[in-house]
């Protein structure tokens, strides 16, 4: 069992080295509070089933109303009676009555939370045109504003489709790179 900031969550341990959190580095998953019981993983089980209907609902439901949001994912911690749905959307989106069906469904209290087109793309995750997992659903906490400028002083071209994420705003890694006053490493042969 693991707390996190939604509530308790079933976390699975994949890799254990000594120290665990290296300084300086930040918690990501959570505090580990206990091991999880056979009663905590059928209720999580049953969660997860939850998550699925309430986003397949939320689909549904925002086609017949006609609202233009996508849901992204959907929380349900186990210490709360709660699920969060996060959704994607390019205006703000009037979701009043989506969010009284959805109670009704649900039979739970129900918080729906609109992201924006970079917090997106970190939770489809995917691969960067570097051949590694995208920087925002790897390690990055905040989004640090990434100017045109940066790429300038790199020399990169500016091409709109090279110099873009996943998320169609300009590629978190200008930033990263830019901070170090270093131009990117040449890949050898």
Same mark, same amino acid.
Do not use: N
């Given at each position: 069992m693991v707390s996190t900031s939604e509530g308790e969550r079933v976390g699975t341990v994949t890799r254990h080295e000594l120290p665990v959190i290296p300084r300086g580095c930040m918690r990501p998953f959570g505090t580990v509070v206990r091991r999880a019981s056979e009663t905590d993983l059928r209720h999580h089980q049953d969660l997860t089933l939850m998550e699925? &209907?309430?986003? #397949? !609902? !939320?689909?549904?439901?925002?086609?017949?109303? &006609?609202?233009?949001?996508?849901?992204?994912?959907?929380?349900?911690?186990?210490?709360? /009676?709660?699920?969060?749905?996060?959704?994607?959307?390019?205006?703000?989106? /009037?979701? %009043?009555? @989506?969010? %009284? /069906? @959805?109670?009704?469904?649900?039979? %739970?209290?129900?918080? @729906?939370?609109?992201? #924006?087109?970079? /917090?997106?793309? %970190?939770?489809?995750g995917g691969w960067g045109p570097c051949g590694r997992p995208m920087c925002c659903a790897q390690f990055m906490s905040r989004f640090n504003s990434v100017t045109i400028r940066m790429a300038k002083a790199q020399k990169l071209s500016l091409n709109p489709a090279r110099i873009s994420g996943m998320c169609g705003r300009l590629m978190c890694c200008l930033a990263h790179e830019a901070a170090t006053g270093e131009p990117p490493p040449t890949p050898s042969s």
């Open positions: 699925q &209907d309430a986003v #397949g !609902f !939320f689909r549904q439901r925002s086609r017949e109303l &006609d609202l233009q949001a996508r849901p992204v994912h959907a929380v349900a911690p186990l210490d709360r /009676d709660v699920v969060v749905i996060a959704f994607a959307a390019e205006e703000r989106v /009037d979701s %009043r009555e @989506l969010h %009284r /069906d @959805l109670s009704r469904r649900l039979r %739970r209290r129900v918080e @729906l939370r609109q992201i #924006g087109v970079r /917090d997106q793309a %970190r939770a489809a």
